[in-house]
Nanobody
Framework: QVQLVESGGGLVQAGGSLTLSCAAS????????MDWYRQAPGKQRELVATITRGGNTNYADSVKGRFAISRDNTKNTVYLQMNSLKPEDTAVYYC????????????WGQGTQVTVSS
């Protein structure tokens, strides 16, 4: 299994920026894709961004053009650069690792809280 630790969250005003980090350890050979999810109070967890081992990315429509996912395979770390933040981006952000088959192979971490004030 893969263990993940998220960091970098905080309180920011609308229009501001934050960069989240996700450090991975454990069975690294199992990882193909890394994802960022978020969960707002009273809502289901939603997929925000995805990056494959080869660097291909995909984003939820709600964050396209504002968020950028990247990974440093040498540091086993994935980043989420968030720009032009909106109050509706307020959530706990989690990362997850998936295998080639698409199965999640990581334990859910504590996440990191992002709060955007208006």
């Amino acid at each position: 299994q893969v263990q993940l630790v998220e960091s970098g969250g905080g309180l920011v005003q609308a229009g501001g920026s934050l960069t989240l980090s996700c450090a991975a350890s454990g069975s690294m050979f199992r990882i193909n894709t890394m994802d960022w999810y978020r969960q707002a109070p009273g809502k289901q967890r939603e997929l925000v961004a995805t990056i494959t081992r080869g660097g291909n990315t995909n984003y939820a429509d709600s964050v396209k053009g504002r968020f950028a996912i990247s990974r440093d395979n040498t540091k086993n770390t994935v980043y989420l650069q968030m720009n032009s933040l909106k109050p509706e981006d307020t959530a706990v952000y989690y990362c997850a690792a998936r295998s080639v088959s698409g199965s999640i192979v990581s334990d859910w971490g504590q996440g990191t809280q992002v709060t955007v004030s208006s």
